[in-house]
């Protein structure tokens, strides 16, 4: 097979996803000989395939399509990246759209061994004299530098929460002197306090620090590189889903106001944290910072982008007002209890009755088959929904898709489902019947009861609308409540929902 040689122009951002694009045409059989500037050749020699600039036969790198028209299934087609398979002079490329898109979002190019020792050794020496964690700072873009850029009045802000979130260094990765300046101890200028570098040091010193933050430009799109950990800022229409790949390290804190359809269907692959602002918040950057340099919640590190994303779901959106019961919806602290009660087993077997039917119904019903399907299927667990509804059951299958095999919803009767179900169950979530359907509470009674032997001395059942006032339990579990009370259940929280566990 003859080679190709293509000439590749384009910026770092860029270059970074295209050398990903190239290692796809690799797998399937293609030659390809990427001409490039100087100092970006790092970036495709893990491919064994950069040579100098060349004339002829440039790489255009279109656009996608409009991100608010996609959904779940073909989000890729709005990824600037992706949509240049098969375009000339690129050869064409078989497989199918979903093929090609989870094979080219699951390349991991190793660029550590082709970073020069010497930048290796000079970011070493830069950085012992600093305190940790070090975090590095981009907030000054190039090419559109107007619409992905921080404000200089928002990142002096951002600046003081980082630097509160943390007793580390913050060091501002600014080349041409355009990032406002702060006198701090904890803050280092990129050219000030060190030197102007290259993409050689540039890359060995995101493998070296703690944390990268930054907006839609090259230092960030680096980090697709490394393992460290890393938190995207997408002003204005720019947003992770068409301008990156999924990352696991990596949270994306987006604006609901540019992209309230793309947060919706990609969040799940781009760890979303949705700013409903006008512009995103310095605080929410600082707190952003403080669960990515601390230790996660749920999972374990190598899946920290994930599990905060999942305390933004539960700690912002499931939190309201005042029930109708006159309880506060205090739901972030239930499910909080469940993931941690999850995260601490070996297994995750999770049965739901009554499942979603609200487009995001995170303040009112707590939009638990979504929530949990997302646990489920980060721990490679189950959860097993079932509701009498059917179209309660369509929707909650569209919604929860995007979790695969992970989630299954069950159309028909609940008490049925568990009088017939053989599996054990470490969660139990009790949300069938609306408190205003006649003989809620006995329906209540009958699903733990004929639920209990598929119970574990380990498991947690909740019950959702269940509250204690005047010395009397009221909602859901009014009647199966006091039932697990006497069998030796006890609450370990009673708010707007009820939880108990075995012998507590």
Same mark, same amino acid.
């Given at each position: 097979?003859?080679?190709?040689?293509?000439?590749?122009?384009?910026?770092?951002?860029?270059c970074?996803?295209?050398?990903?694009?190239?290692?796809?045409?690799?797998?399937?059989?293609?030659?390809?000989?990427?001409?490039?500037?100087e100092?970006?050749?790092?970036?495709?020699?893990?491919?064994?395939?950069?040579l100098?600039?060349?004339s002829?036969?440039k790489?255009?790198?279109n656009?996608?399509?409009?991100?608010?028209?996609?959904?779940?299934t073909?989000?890729?087609?709005?990824?600037?990246?992706?949509?240049?398979?098969?375009?000339?002079?690129?050869?064409?490329i078989?497989?199918?759209?979903?093929?090609?898109?989870?094979?080219?979002?699951?390349?991991?190019l190793?660029?550590?061994?082709?970073?020069?020792?010497?930048?290796?050794?000079?970011v070493?020496?830069f950085?012992?004299?600093l305190?940790?964690p070090i975090?590095?700072l981009?907030?000054?873009?190039?090419?559109?530098q107007?619409?992905?850029?921080v404000?200089?009045?928002?990142?002096?802000?951002?600046?003081?929460e980082i630097?509160?979130s943390?007793?580390?260094?913050?060091?501002?990765?600014d080349?041409?002197?355009r990032?406002?300046?702060?006198a701090?101890?904890?803050?280092?200028?990129?050219?000030?306090d060190?030197?102007?570098?290259?993409?050689?040091?540039l890359?060995?010193?995101?493998?070296?620090?703690?944390?990268?933050?930054?907006?839609?430009?090259?230092?960030?799109?680096?980090c697709?590189?490394?393992?460290?950990?890393?938190?995207?800022?997408?002003?204005?229409?720019?947003?992770?889903?068409?301008?990156?790949r999924?990352?696991?390290?990596?949270?994306?804190?987006?604006?609901?106001?540019h992209a309230?359809?793309?947060n919706?269907?990609?969040?799940?692959?781009?760890?979303?944290?949705?700013?409903?602002?006008?512009?995103?918040k310095?605080?929410?950057?600082?707190?952003?910072?403080?669960?990515?340099?601390?230790?996660?919640?749920?999972?374990?590190?190598?899946?920290?982008?994930?599990?905060?994303?999942l305390?933004?779901?539960?700690d912002?959106?499931?939190?309201?007002g005042?029930?109708?019961?006159?309880?506060?919806?205090?739901?972030n602290?239930?499910?909080?209890l469940?993931?941690?009660?999850?995260?601490a087993?070996?297994?995750?077997r999770i049965?739901e009755?009554?499942?979603?039917?609200?487009?995001e119904?995170w303040? %009112?019903?707590?939009?638990g088959?979504? /929530? #949990? $399907?997302?646990?489920?299927?980060?721990? &490679? !667990?189950?959860l097993?929904?079932?509701?009498?509804?059917?179209?309660?059951?369509?929707?909650?299958?569209?919604w929860?898709r995007?979790?695969?095999?992970?989630?299954?919803?069950?159309?028909?009767?609940?008490?049925?489902?568990l009088?017939?179900?053989?599996?054990p169950?470490?969660?139990?979530?009790?949300?069938?019947?609306?408190?205003?359907?006649?003989?809620?509470a006995?329906?209540?009674?009958?699903e733990?009861?004929?639920?209990?032997r598929?119970?574990?001395?380990?498991?947690?059942?909740?019950?959702?609308?269940?509250?204690?006032?005047? %010395?009397?339990?009221?909602?859901?579990g /009014? #009647? $199966?409540?006091?039932?697990?009370?006497e &069998? !030796?259940?006890?609450?370990?929280?009673?708010?707007?929902?009820?939880?108990?566990k075995?012998?507590?």
């Open positions: 097979m003859n080679t190709i040689h293509v000439d590749f122009p384009h910026g770092l951002g860029d970074v996803y295209f050398a990903h694009l190239v290692a796809v045409y690799q797998a399937h059989g293609h030659k390809i000989a990427v001409h490039c500037d100092d970006k050749k790092v970036l495709f020699q893990p491919l064994q395939t950069s100098p600039p060349q002829g036969n790489v255009p790198w656009h996608g399509q409009d991100l608010e028209a996609l959904d779940d073909n989000h890729y087609l709005a990824n600037k990246a992706f949509v240049n398979f098969s375009v000339a002079p690129m050869p064409a078989d497989g199918s759209s979903p093929d090609l898109w989870n094979e080219f979002a699951k390349v991991r190793d660029v550590l061994p082709q970073v020069s020792p010497l930048a290796k050794v000079e070493a020496r950085f012992e004299t305190p940790r975090v590095l981009h907030t000054k873009g190039n090419s559109f107007k619409s992905k850029s404000p200089d009045d928002l990142a002096i802000e951002i600046y003081r630097l509160d943390m007793d580390g260094t913050l060091v501002l990765l080349w041409d002197n990032v406002p300046r702060i701090h101890g904890r803050i280092k200028h990129l050219t000030d060190w030197k102007r570098i290259g993409v050689n040091e890359l060995a010193a995101i493998i070296q620090a703690d944390l990268v933050v930054g907006i839609d430009s090259g230092p960030l799109h680096l697709q590189y490394a393992d460290t950990p890393a938190i995207g800022l997408w002003l204005s229409d720019h947003h992770p889903a068409k301008y990156s999924p990352r696991d390290r990596q949270v994306n804190l987006t604006l609901k106001r309230q359809n793309g919706r269907y990609t969040r799940w692959f781009y760890n979303i944290v949705e700013d409903q602002s006008a512009q995103i310095a605080s929410t950057v600082g707190r952003l910072c403080r669960q990515m340099l601390g230790e996660p919640r749920y999972f374990d590190k190598s899946k920290i982008g994930r599990d905060v994303m305390r933004h779901w539960i912002d959106w499931t939190r309201a005042v029930s109708d019961h006159q309880t506060f919806i205090d739901r602290k239930s499910f909080d469940m993931l941690r009660h999850l995260s087993l070996k297994s995750c049965v009755t009554g499942c979603i039917r609200a487009e119904d303040r %009112g019903a707590g939009f088959t979504y /929530l #949990l $399907g997302a646990f489920a299927a980060a721990v &490679r !667990g189950r097993d929904s079932v509701d009498a509804n059917l179209a309660h059951c369509e929707f909650a299958l569209k929860t995007v979790f695969g095999d992970a989630v299954n919803i069950h159309h028909g009767d609940s008490i049925d489902y009088r017939r179900r053989s599996l169950v470490d969660l139990l979530y009790l949300d069938s019947w609306d408190t205003y359907v006649p003989g809620y006995e329906h209540g009674l009958r733990i009861q004929e639920a209990e598929s119970l574990g001395d380990q498991s947690m059942v909740v019950y959702d609308d269940t509250s204690f006032r005047a %010395g009397k339990w009221q909602g859901n /009014l #009647l $199966g409540v006091p039932w697990l009370i &069998r !030796g259940w006890s609450p370990v929280h009673v708010g707007h929902q009820t939880v108990l075995r012998g507590c």
